[in-house]
């Protein structure tokens, strides 16, 4: 290994002993291709499976390899009208697996995630019996602190351009605290702890994914 994935490696596992405290179970994978394995692993089949907006999720290769397995996915992008994504996103609620990203993961073990709808971060914190966080470590944060900082500086303004969202970060580079409808920071959850043991889990990746 690389002098980099040697550091990322013992920064996980220090991170993983801080999850562990919080009732979530942390698993480290080297490369892209053993996080989308793992995935897989964790999942029963068959199951129900929905997932919130990621690029790393995507970048990973796992929703094309769902496909390949025996698994009913909720997905919202078959949606045909506003009133068909709100179903979706309900749906989503009662899937046995829910797969997403994590903004910021700190190195205490917290996650740290900002949303416009509200959607990913709901189920996260209540509805799905599972909830799987794939999440590249260059998420690791120091602390809330960074997280919160990290997420809307140079985590949301590369997505805003990515949806084409027309929010001052797209144009400036930077949060400016914005109170557009188009906000893509309404809501900021941190997850300190997992109420029902081992129902969030988390894989860090030694890649750079998503924003």
Same mark, same amino acid.
């Given at each position: ?22 009732? *979530? ?17 964790? *999942? ?55 797969? *997403? ?35 590249? *470590? ?74």
């Amino acid at each position: 290994m690389t002098p980099k994935k040697d550091f990322y490696q013992i920064q996980a596992e220090g991170i993983i002993k801080k999850l562990a405290q919080r009732n *979530m179970p942390g698993f480290y994978c080297s490369t892209s291709e053993e996080a989308k394995n793992l995935a897989i692993e964790l *999942m029963d089949s068959p199951s129900v499976i929905s997932w919130g907006g990621s690029v790393t999720i995507t970048e990973i290769g796992l929703l094309d390899e769902l496909k390949k397995h025996n698994y009913t996915l909720i997905d919202r992008k078959e949606a045909k009208s506003p009133e068909e994504v709100r179903e979706i996103y309900l749906k989503a609620f009662d899937v046995d697996y829910y797969l *997403m990203s994590a903004n910021a993961i700190t190195l205490n073990g917290e996650l740290v995630n900002i949303d416009g709808n509200g959607n990913r971060v709901a189920a996260l914190i209540y509805g799905p019996k599972n909830v799987i966080i794939i999440a590249g *470590m260059n998420k690791i944060v120091p602390d809330e602190q960074g997280a919160v900082a990290r997420i809307r500086n140079f985590a949301t303004p590369p997505n805003a351009l990515r949806i084409n969202s027309d929010t001052p970060c797209s144009k400036t580079g930077k949060c400016n605290d914005c109170l557009q409808d188009e906000c893509l920071c309404c809501q900021i959850v941190t997850t300190r702890f997992s109420r029902i043991p081992k129902r969030i889990k988390v894989i860090l990746v030694g890649e750079t994914l998503g924003y």
